[in-house]
């Protein structure tokens, strides 16, 4: 079953733009990552929030994760063109034995 | 360094016949997954082996799917016989154990083996 659920799921901003998408999971987890999906590639880690974490920054990423609402977002700023993907939240859930559960997915597409 | 490679990148067979996808992790990586992601869907974890022993495979359809590491390193992951549903791409991640956090975090995908089944 997903842990994860992405909102929105398909997200379209100008070049420049911030663009924020969400994720909300529902067991208790060790650390929350984010991924990106080129269309026809692979999947590419972006950044990992352990869960005694609140906040984390990473270039023009910032990851917020609230354990208490079970919800994490992934704040991409001064987009690009080059942006436009597929981005997924996945879970390590405290009983998977790092087992990652990924969410749907926000397809995001960045306009020049 | 040289990243996950898998091969084939493309396959098309008929619903009932098998196929095999090989995936080689990156060097020195314990852990190997293999994931199954269907069109529009988030991956699913099939599989996950920690040097060669199977640690997860919970989700994989033992009737159909099979996997092995015999050696630790590289795997194959065969579909006998393959249904329609099937029709996916077939990622394979690798990742090592961090002594320093006691962890695996980080896994990095190989670019997935695309499955049609006709």
């Known amino acids: 079953s997903q842990q994860g659920e992405e909102d929105p799921q398909a997200l379209s901003i100008q070049e420049g733009e911030n663009a924020t998408m969400n994720c909300s999971y529902k067991t208790s987890i060790n650390n929350l990552q984010w991924y990106r999906q080129n269309s026809g590639r692979g999947l590419v880690h972006l950044i990992l929030?352990?869960?005694?974490?609140r906040e984390k920054h990473s270039g023009r990423l910032r990851v917020t994760l609230d354990t208490s609402k079970k919800s994490s977002s992934l704040l991409i700023t001064a987009s690009r063109a080059a942006d436009t993907a597929s981005y997924f939240c996945a879970t390590d859930e405290e009983t998977s034995g790092s087992r990652l559960t990924f969410g749907e997915g926000t397809q995001l597409t960045v306009n020049p | 360094e040289a990243g996950v490679a898998q091969s084939p990148r493309y396959k098309i067979i008929e619903k009932r016949q098998s196929v095999a996808f090989w995936c080689n992790p990156i060097s020195g990586h314990a852990t190997l997954y293999w994931y199954q992601q269907i069109l529009g869907q988030g991956p699913k974890l099939l599989i996950q082996f920690q040097n060669n022993g199977v640690v997860d495979d919970s989700q994989l359809p033992k009737d159909r799917f099979s996997a092995e590491r015999l050696k630790g390193v590289d795997s194959t992951l065969k579909i006998q016989p393959a249904k329609l549903e099937d029709s996916a791409v077939y990622l394979c991640?690798?990742?090592?154990?961090?002594?320093?956090?006691?962890?695996?975090?980080?896994?990095?995908f190989g670019p997935g083996t695309r499955l049609l089944v006709l």
């Open positions: 991640a690798s990742s090592f154990w961090d002594d320093g956090t006691g962890g695996q975090e980080t896994q990095y």
């Open positions: 929030i352990r869960s005694n974490e």
